[in-house]
Nanobody
Framework: QVQLVESGGGSVQAGGSLRLSCAAS????????LAWFRQASGNDREFVAA????????QYAGSVKGRFTISRDTAKNTVYLQMNSLKPEDTAVYYC?????????????????WGQGTLVTVSS
């Protein structure tokens, strides 16, 4: 079973950048589609971005398209979220998720595996 550990969160001013990482243990990393979700205080968890098992397909929420980029490095068993032009409304706990079967329905949030989350705070 794959376990996920996020890192890279922190505090940044509006307009700045951060790169989140999600390291996966286990030998079956390449069998999973991977995604980033976020949850702001008082809100439900929402979809941010996803990348297919091969890495050739990506999905983005409209609110981050053009600012965030998801990528994966199979050799390092790691998925990344490069976040540019950050806004205060991007402030949230960011979670990495993985699923072997879902792709088109990944944004629904019903994923097999989740990490523990990493906090991103964007100040104005």
């Amino acid at each position: 079973q794959v376990q996920l550990v996020e890192s890279g969160g922190g505090s940044v001013q509006a307009g700045g950048s951060l790169r989140l990482s999600c390291a996966a243990s286990g030998r079956t990393f390449s069998l999973y589609a991977l995604a980033w979700f976020r949850q702001a205080s008082g809100n439900d968890r929402e979809f941010v971005a996803a990348i297919s098992r091969s890495g050739s397909g990506t999905q983005y929420a409209g609110s981050v398209k053009g600012r965030f980029t998801i990528s994966r490095d199979t050799a390092k068993n790691t998925v990344y979220l490069q976040m540019n032009s950050l806004k205060p409304e991007d402030t949230a706990v960011y979670y990495c998720g993985a699923d072997q079967l879902r792709w088109t329905t990944l944004p629904s949030g019903n994923l097999e595996l989740w990490g523990q989350g990493t906090l991103v705070t964007v100040s104005s």
